[in-house]
């Protein structure tokens, strides 16, 4: 894939601090998505991956550095205003609506598009996810995991957005389901949406994007093309269990 | 004690359950979006039933221009208490939050007290509500059917907008997760004004039938239905709008008849029933108040 070159970037990060409280978890972090990409955070329990999605998202806000979506100063934005200006976010742990029925969480997913738009979007997303459209009333709480994460992922999709952000879309799902999914990222990925993933399974991880980076103790320790990383002696020993 | 004396109170007790069951349904939707018991909703109440009551005797408006204003009064009261009592606290806990909305409460009271005394003032009811007709024996008034329908009417209307429209999906989002809405893109504090905007709407025309129907109003006036809505509302299932709107009208009816079966020396003993209720829900589940899965039907 040779997405990585000569296209616009479509999400910088530089020189991010940022924490909770007095607690700060975040050192000197800077990153950078260009359009079409996917790229991939890596990292163990705890070092600050999620941290750096939330103040993406604006809901912690960095204590300095500058966040930049499409060429524009996001820092200070509230959450709902960075999510309209075109972000899909899957959250750690899914996070469904479990007391709305599938259509709702969707419906959820699309708040900031006009009705119309809604309509048409919920087609294309059950297409890419037909057991959801199987389970359009049922409620959120009683889908299985797999189906949890494929709702998450389509409710992040509603609004078509131009970053699509997962945090562990493959924590607590048997292989054959995560791969499933993957496949679906690849797929969404190929129709336009720029995907930035948090990601564990560091093997299926690096397979799918172009760029990652390796996160520790809230610093970027690595950051190369996702194949080259996959090649890397250190990532293969410390993240994939190889010797 | 025959049952047509018991279906007699059942319905003397309408109106009563009318109003008991819009407070129960305004503090769900408040506690479901905000995890919230707001106390100073029954001032909310008060001040809708006070704007009539004045709206009619010292401005001589017809009631349904009195029950608007009212209703414009109360939403004002419920945005402002949101904008400058609730949402400077917000995330600082439950007891924060239990003390905020208490001192809220006594604070407004007090401050009608002191504008008003704390005598009742009457509150006048129109000609062409003091109607009376009989079944047999049984008699209703026309004020108790007409509260009664209107309830049951607003409670539908609520319930399906709740149910089908985006914004009460979205207060359904939100009240589950706050913070996942705000990351699909919603707007949270104007999806909590929005509910405390419905909620102190209800409680307005709870307080106007609540003029009508008792005939005056005072001060401390919202105190006792304030509880029995919010017990109500505990009732139900919290965030559960038909639960609490059912419990509102079993709570009104149960006061009644507990009033009724005792002999009359013991009629001002009418609130001690919610108190007995609620002795009993705090015994069977102690965290019954403050924990419950909020999910609105
Ligand atoms: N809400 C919070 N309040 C305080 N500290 C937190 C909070 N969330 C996470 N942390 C801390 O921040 C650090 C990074 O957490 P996180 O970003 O969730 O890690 P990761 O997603 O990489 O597993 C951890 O030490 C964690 O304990
Ligand atoms: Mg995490």
């Known amino acids: ?243 | 004690m025959d049952l047509t004396y018991i279906f007699q109170q059942v319905l003397n007790a309408l109106s009563l359950g009318s109003m008991l069951a819009l407070l129960a349904v305004g503090y769900t939707m408040i506690y479901g979006v905000l995890g919230l018991i707001n106390f100073a909703h029954g001032e909310v109440f008060m001040i809708g039933a006070f704007t009539a009551m004045y709206a009619i005797t010292g401005l001589g408006f017809p009631l349904p221009i009195a029950l608007i204003l009212a209703i414009i009064a109360s939403v004002l009261a419920g945005v402002l208490l949101e904008r400058f009592c609730y949402r400077p606290v917000q995330g600082s806990g439950d007891i924060t939050l239990f003390i905020t909305s208490l001192a809220a409460s006594i604070g407004i009271r007090s401050l009608f007290v002191m504008l008003f005394g704390s005598r009742s003032m009457q509150f006048p009811m129109p000609k062409y509500l003091q109607g009376i007709r009989f079944w047999g024996d049984i008699l209703i008034t026309d004020l108790n059917l007409i509260i009664f329908v209107f309830t049951v009417i607003i409670t539908l209307i609520l319930s399906f907008f709740i149910k089908n429209t985006k914004l009460g999906i979205a207060m359904r989002g939100v009240s589950y997760n706050k913070q996942t809405a705000e990351a699909m893109g919603i707007n949270s504090t104007s999806i909590i004004v929005a509910t405390f905007v419905i909620g102190s709407a209800l409680a307005a025309v709870a307080g106007v039938a609540w003029g009508l129907q008792y005939g005056n109003v005072r001060p401390a006036m919202g105190y006792h239905p304030g509880i029995s809505g919010f017990i109500a509302a505990v009732l139900g299932g919290i965030g559960n709008i038909s639960g609490a709107a059912i419990s509102g009208f079993l709570l009104g009816v149960g006061q009644v008849l507990f009033v009724a079966f005792l002999p009359s020396v013991y009629s001002g003993f009418r609130p001690l029933f919610v108190w007995i209720v609620l002795f009993i829900i705090l015994f069977y589940k102690p965290t019954g108040l403050f924990r419950s899965n909020i999910k609105w039907e």
């Open chain 1, 1 to 243: 894939m040779a997405k990585d070159s000569n296209n616009k970037n479509l999400l910088t990060l530089e020189n991010i601090e940022s924490g909770y409280g007095k607690v700060k978890v975040l050192h000197n972090v800077s990153l950078k998505i260009k359009e079409g990409q996917i790229v991939t955070i890596v990292g163990a329990n705890g070092v600050g991956k999620s941290t750096t999605i939330k103040t993406i998202l604006g809901l912690i806000k960095p204590s300095s550095g500058q966040i930049k979506f499409k060429n524009e100063l996001i820092n200070s934005l509230e959450t709902y205003k960075i999510i309209a200006k075109g972000i899909g976010y899957s959250p750690e742990g899914r996070e469904v609506f479990g007391n709305l029925n599938v259509y709702e969480n969707l419906r959820i997913g699309a708040y900031t598009v006009s009705k119309d738009d809604f309509t048409k979007r919920l087609e294309e997303v059950y297409q890419l996810f037909p057991r959801l459209k199987e389970r359009k009333n049922q409620e959120a709480s009683s889908l299985s995991g797999g189906e949890q994460q494929m709702l998450a992922i389509a409710r992040a999709l509603m609004q078509d957005p131009d970053l699509l952000i997962l945090d562990e879309p493959s924590l607590g799902l048997a292989p054959i389901i995560a791969e499933e999914i993957f496949n679906r990222l690849a797929e969404i990925n190929q129709m336009g949406t720029t995907i930035l993933l948090i990601e564990q399974n560091v093997n299926l991880a690096l397979h799918l994007s172009d760029h990652a980076y390796v996160m520790e103790k809230g610093k970027f320790v690595l950051d190369e093309k996702a194949s080259i990383l996959a090649q890397n002696d250190y990532v293969k020993k410390t993240y994939m269990g190889i010797a």
